[in-house]
């Protein structure tokens, strides 16, 4: 399907233009196996101007479409992504490397993502109603979004985006990570059937063509998700033009301990916690602060969780976690617990690059760590948890706090103890006795360095609208009238 077919697109590379190899397909490996199994068409700058186009023009028409018959479009998109979850968990699996059980079940979320936020409301508000003036206010679409979604949950998390901008009157163009476009371009295909010519499209290419894509002068909004730097250069792009901007940034997310707590209890919880998706998730624990009477305890109970962990292909069964994304990402984890380890950390269970192909790297448990240290400044997103002693929980939070992120905090142990500490971490989430417990009816979004606006519910659906006021002046004749 090339650039100027109708309703959602997969770029396809040119025929002959000069340069075209940079915009030619693109490998895509199976981080398991460190192989390509397939390679992804890419899109010229010629042919994201044709979809950015199409989706311009489509957009009036699709703003104007009453809201309810935009609900049931919603509908008929998660009806056909359920009809294809298990060939595309499968090739979710292959690209991005989680078993496939969790693969299946980021497919179906991401279905039902849409028949959630099918169900919010949009509605006009009367704000005054007076004999003189009727003032109301409707939210309405933005125009074009791009959306740019990352690799550890390529499917959830660009529905998380297409969903709400559609249901807002706005037309979308996604662009996957080039790590994990070929989940993305499958589903395409698959909402093609569901949803009107132009309204969403799929574009494949690498950071070039995201930066084409968010100073383009049909994007109206931009929603990001991933790294703080490229959230940065998203920014200050959009800035000259002043589109809106919706990031969702790094998270390095900590758990506070608090003294008394049970640690069996909570070592299993943080462990498994800290290691979903293998360590790639934003709201994952990134690092754990534990009182130092239990300090040891807890490190070595997490460690014996590390030792025992299955790491495989996510297409075995028995797999629990799979590998990281891409070499570069396994080599960056790698290289931060080595450097720890040279600055006098001690490594518990993992810590080595296993002597097999794919981007394995095993979960690791690492105590001793210098104050300061990236390992627990920087967020790794990998299966690595830095566990740190405190002698304060004030103290602890404190020392969290000191790095520029403020995704979430969690804080365990007793439940009152840790209500009274709640207001203390800047974050935009602080969760009891639980972490990364996200919900599609609960606001999603980072303080500081962590990113900018909100996702989930109607507070995300919000993002994707702005604020139009309709001011009636009503003269004596319609008083008299009404």
């Given amino acids: 399907m090339n650039a100027h077919a109708t309703g959602?697109?997969?770029?396809?590379?040119?025929?002959?233009?000069?340069?075209?190899?940079?915009?030619?397909?693109?490998?895509?490996?199976?981080?398991?196996?460190?192989?390509?199994f397939a390679h992804a068409p890419g899109c010229t700058p010629e042919q994201l101007d044709a979809v950015l186009d199409d989706a311009a023009r489509a957009h009036p028409g699709w703003a104007a479409t009453p809201?309810?018959?935009?609900?049931?479009?919603?509908?008929?998109?998660?009806?056909?992504?359920?009809?294809?979850?298990?060939?595309?968990?499968?090739?979710?699996?292959?690209?991005?490397?989680?078993?496939?059980?969790h693969a299946r079940a980021e497919v179906r979320l991401a279905a039902d993502?849409?028949?959630?936020?099918?169900?919010?409301?949009?509605?006009?508000?009367?704000l005054v109603d007076e004999p003189a003036a009727r003032v109301a206010l409707e939210r309405v679409p933005h125009g074009v979004v791009a959306a740019i979604a990352p690799s550890n949950y390529p499917v959830l998390l660009a529905v998380c985006k297409i969903a709400p901008a559609l249901l807002a009157g706005n037309t979308v163009v996604l662009k996957p990570s080039p790590d994990t476009p070929m989940s993305s371009l499958m589903m395409g295909d698959t909402l093609g059937k569901a949803l009107p010519a132009g309204t969403f499209a799929v574009v494949g290419g690498g950071t070039e063509l995201g930066a084409r894509l968010t100073v383009h002068p049909a994007v109206r909004l931009v929603s990001f998700t991933g790294s703080v730097d490229t959230g940065r250069a998203i920014a200050r792009q959009a800035a000259a033009d002043l589109k809106r901007i919706v990031l969702e940034l790094g998270g390095n997310d900590p758990a506070v301990v608090l003294p008394g707590a049970d640690v069996d209890a909570v070592a299993r919880d943080l462990f498994t916690r800290a290691m979903t998706n293998s360590g790639q998730f934003c709201a994952a624990v990134k690092r754990v602060y534990a009182h130092r009477t239990q300090y040891h305890r807890l490190a070595a109970a997490m460690a014996d969780l590390a030792s025992a962990a299955v790491v495989g292909d996510g297409l075995d069964p028995a797999t629990e976690y799979g590998p990281l994304v891409s070499r570069a990402q396994r080599d960056r984890v790698a290289g931060m617990v080595d450097e720890a380890v040279r600055s006098g950390a001690r490594v518990l269970a993992g810590g080595r690059v296993p002597d097999r192909p794919g981007h394995f790297y095993p979960p690791t448990v690492v105590t001793g760590l210098p104050a300061g240290h990236r390992l627990e400044e920087e967020e790794q997103f990998g299966p690595v948890l830095p566990v740190i002693p405190y002698d304060e929980p004030e103290e602890a939070i404190d020392r969290a706090d000191a790095s520029p992120y403020g995704l979430g905090c969690s804080l365990w142990g007793d439940a009152d103890r840790a209500r009274a500490l709640a207001g203390r971490p800047r974050c935009g989430t602080v969760w009891i006795n639980t972490h990364g417990d996200l919900r599609h009816d609960v606001p999603f979004g980072g303080h500081r360095h962590s990113g900018i606006g909100v996702?989930?519910?109607?507070?995300?659906?919000?993002?994707?609208?702005?604020?139009?006021?309709?001011?009636?002046?009503?003269?004596?004749a319609d008083r008299e009238m009404s």
Wanted: proline content about 11%; hydrophobic content about 40%.
């Fill in 455 to 476: 996702e989930y519910g109607p507070w995300g659906l919000h993002e994707y609208t702005q604020l139009k006021v309709h001011h009636i002046a009503l003269r004596q």
């Fill in 8 to 36: 959602p697109v997969t770029c396809a590379p040119p025929a002959e233009p000069a340069g075209a190899e940079r915009y030619g397909p693109s490998p895509v490996e199976n981080p398991a196996l460190g192989e390509v």
């Fill in 67 to 101: 809201l309810d018959v935009r609900r049931e479009h919603l509908l008929a998109c998660h009806h056909a992504l359920l009809a294809v979850v298990d060939p595309m968990a499968e090739l979710l699996t292959r690209e991005q490397g989680k078993p496939l059980r």
């Fill in 113 to 126: 993502w849409f028949a959630h936020t099918a169900r919010l409301d949009l509605s006009p508000q009367q």
